[in-house]
């Protein structure tokens, strides 16, 4: 067994996400509202002068798009390359003041702080050793991650690691500069240190560390677009989920019931995400099955019966309705002691409803799922809104894909009927898959109300030519060589 984590509290990731809902145009308007007054008192209650300045000065803040400053000057503002990666637009829906007193407050008692670490280091440096001086250091690096400090907390972090050589401290310190540039969506300075943190896992690292690296590979995947190769580790990371410091153990369902529907193969998407037991205690599944998930009883995975995961789904009331859907706040993403008692409750039945109508092959349901889907999950998350227009062309493309690989042909009408949309819309959104090569078939509407035909590729026939066609190039090469020995022996005769 490792040591227990450390550094893995800061930065706290929920004010990053109200940041997001404050200037998310999707967001209603008591949503934006509640988020400024939790982004306040976080900015409050631990003191962060320099994230507030980040984000509320008024010449360089990120969140004063609106011109509301306390100067005289008419100078434009400016925005940070970084804040692209934190806010959702350049429009503010709720405004954080910018209060010069309340900047030098904060600004003070930071100063305080740090007197009080450094006299601490200098206090190690002369009476302790070197474990003691590193403590120190390591306190340091918290408190500038804490007030929100990105350039500062990496800079004491790299120093820390430098100075240390404890295999489990290292990969601890490089996954806290992976949450830092989470925090401010630096996505080029989470994949660096991700593949950092592969390096020095794979060199000796922990179960456990090994374990929560899954889960910030696949967070970090899903921001980057590459769902099909997130799915896998948030997937098998349900059964073993620690890392409470990046999100919520429901979140984590979410990100890989989504990741899953859009990349995985029928098998694997029946398998790992329509009768996953950990997924089914989120979404709501029908009698014993979801006891037994939430007891841990049953699992897709090997680590289930682990108390860290029994701990976490015995938050859970066993004696709920069974067919009554868990809920949780996606606006909220923390660690297990900081979360807030009471979250705003959020209805998972449109992903249910989604995950079963496309395995069912109920499509008009499908559709009706996908767009509260986008409404509730994707428009609402920092790390899903990105993409979300992808995600929602890519589910789309998954259903038609599943629905003419069974027909040879299939009346337009009869298909727009199936999907709850107009022939029209069908007609213009399958026209741009099949140009761009995604569905092989091809739509014919001269005559009657139009058929679509698909082109299913002969795999024999395909095979057959690729070994007659690599069987060629291989006797070419052969006959290249056979003239080369012998030019080289007519050449020593």
């Not at 008591?30 to 982004?39: F, G, N, T």
Request: aromatic content about 8%; glycine content about 8%; hydrophobic content about 40%.
């Amino acid at each position: 067994m490792g040591s227990d984590p450390q550094y893995a509290k800061w930065p706290a990731l929920p004010l990053a996400q109200h940041v997001f809902t404050i200037t998310n145009p999707y967001a209603t308007r008591p949503a934006q509202q509640a988020a400024l007054q939790s982004l306040q008192d976080g900015i409050n209650e631990h003191s962060m002068a320099p994230f507030y300045k980040y984000l509320a000065h008024p010449t360089d803040g990120i969140l004063n798009s609106t011109g509301e400053t306390t100067s005289s000057s008419s100078k434009p503002t400016s925005r940070k390359p970084s804040a692209a990666g934190m806010v959702a637009s350049k429009s503010v829906g709720a405004t954080l003041p910018w209060d010069e007193d309340v900047y030098n407050r904060l600004k003070a008692e930071n100063d305080k702080e740090l007197e009080a670490f450094q006299k601490e280091e200098d206090e190690a440096v002369e009476q302790a050793g070197e474990t003691e001086i590193m403590a120190a250091k390591g306190k340091r690096a918290d408190f500038f991650a804490k007030i929100g400090d990105k350039d500062k907390a990496i800079a004491t972090y790299e120093d820390v690691f430098e100075k240390t050589g404890i295999l489990g401290t290292k990969i601890d310190l490089v996954l806290a500069i992976v949450r830092m540039g989470l925090f401010y969506g630096d996505k080029a300075l989470v994949k660096k240190h991700v593949a950092r943190a592969k390096t020095l896992v794979d060199s000796g690292g922990d179960w456990d560390r090994r374990n929560r690296l899954k889960a910030y590979e696949g967070l970090h995947l899903l921001t980057v677009r590459s769902y099909n190769l997130a799915a896998p580790l948030l997937l098998d990371s349900l059964s073993t989920f620690t890392s409470y410091e990046l999100c919520t153990y429901s979140n984590l369902v979410v990100y890989s019931v989504l990741a899953g529907s859009v990349s995985l193969k029928r098998v694997d998407f029946k398998s790992k995400v329509v009768d996953a037991p950990e997924i089914k205690a989120i979404l709501g599944a029908d009698g014993d099955d979801k006891l037994l998930a939430l007891s841990g009883a049953i699992s897709a995975g090997p680590g289930a019966k682990d108390a860290e995961m029994r701990d976490v789904k015995d938050t859970a009331s066993p004696t709920a309705p069974t067919k009554a859907t868990t809920a949780v706040n996606l606006t909220t993403l923390g660690t297990g002691s900081d979360q807030p008692e009471a979250e705003m409750a959020v209805d998972f039945s449109p992903l249910a409803q989604l995950v079963n109508s496309l395995y069912n092959g109920h499509y008009k349901l499908f559709f009706q799922a996908l767009a509260l889907v986008e409404e509730q999950f994707l428009t609402q998350d920092r790390y899903l809104h990105e993409h979300k227009g992808w995600f929602i062309r890519e589910m789309r493309l998954r259903a038609y894909q599943q629905l003419l690989q069974s027909y040879r042909v299939v009346g337009l009408e009869s298909m727009a009927n199936d999907f709850g949309v107009t022939v029209d819309f069908l007609d213009r959104d399958l026209a741009k898959f099949i140009a761009g090569g995604r569905i092989p078939c091809t739509i014919d509407r001269v005559t009657g109300k139009g058929v679509i035909e698909t082109n299913r590729p002969d795999d024999k026939n395909k095979q057959y030519q690729d070994v007659v066609k690599q069987g060629d190039q291989l006797i070419t090469k052969l006959q290249k060589y056979g003239q080369a020995v012998r030019l080289r022996g007519s050449e020593r005769a």
